[in-house]
């Protein structure tokens, strides 16, 4: 069995305990047309759930040939990318934190931004093309994200600018 089996089993576990432990809620503040405290955990446990089935059912890498030097080829092959340096991880976890920090000062869109721009840039390419791609996803997945949670579901979030 492939690491990604392994990891797609492990998903479809998680889900599915994920699923069962939020199935027992209770919610009896929750109205007609109210999701409840209980819709986000259950997209995120079927989401959960399809990325494990997916991971399961994917075809399997090609077998490592004799040769280290040659490239991998592009169809079914799977390439192990290093864990980002010691200080890259240090500034994301020091970002994480003040993002906590300042979620409540600034609120839901300024803080999300700046730590996705952040996150990006950091882990993305070093050059002014990535940093605009990077601040231009981060403007738009913030913009999704809070008109999302705040428009569709009805999330009281601090400081959710929508458009």
């Given at each position: 069995?492939?690491?990604?089996?392994?990891?797609?089993?492990?998903f479809?576990?998680?889900?599915?305990?994920m699923?069962?432990?939020?199935?027992?809620?209770?919610?009896?503040?929750?109205?007609?047309?109210?999701?409840?405290?209980?819709?986000?955990?259950?997209l995120?446990?079927?989401?959960?759930?399809?990325?494990?089935?997916?991971?399961?059912?994917?075809?399997?890498?090609?077998?490592?040939?004799?040769?280290?030097?040659?490239?991998?080829?592009?169809?079914?092959?799977?390439?192990?990318?290093?864990?980002?340096?010691?200080?890259?991880?240090?500034?994301?976890?020091?970002?994480?934190?003040?993002?906590?920090?300042?979620?409540?000062?600034?609120?839901?869109?300024?803080?999300?931004?700046?730590?996705?721009?952040?996150?990006?840039?950091?882990?993305?390419?070093?050059?002014?093309?990535?940093?605009?791609?990077?601040?231009?996803?981060?403007?738009?997945?913030?913009?999704?994200?809070?008109?999302?949670?705040?428009?569709?579901?009805?999330?009281?979030?601090?400081?959710?600018?929508?458009?």
């Amino acid at each position: 069995m492939t690491v990604d089996r392994s990891f797609g089993l492990a998903f479809i576990v998680f889900a599915a305990g994920m699923f069962l432990a939020v199935h027992g809620v209770e919610a009896p503040f929750a109205g007609m047309g109210d999701p409840g405290p209980k819709l986000l955990p259950y997209l995120l446990a079927a989401g959960m759930a399809v990325i494990g089935f997916l991971l399961v059912i994917r075809p399997g890498a090609a077998p490592a040939s004799a040769s280290a030097d040659t490239e991998p080829e592009a169809a079914g092959s799977s390439v192990m990318v290093d864990p980002p340096a010691l200080p890259v991880r240090i500034a994301l976890a020091v970002a994480l934190v003040a993002y906590v920090a300042l979620f409540e000062r600034l609120g839901f869109t300024p803080a999300t931004f700046l730590l996705l721009a952040f996150g990006m840039i950091v882990l993305g390419p070093r050059t002014l093309r990535g940093a605009l791609i990077s601040i231009g996803l981060a403007a738009l997945l913030t913009i999704a994200v809070g008109g999302f949670l705040t428009g569709l579901i009805g999330i009281p979030l601090p400081g959710v600018w929508m458009l």
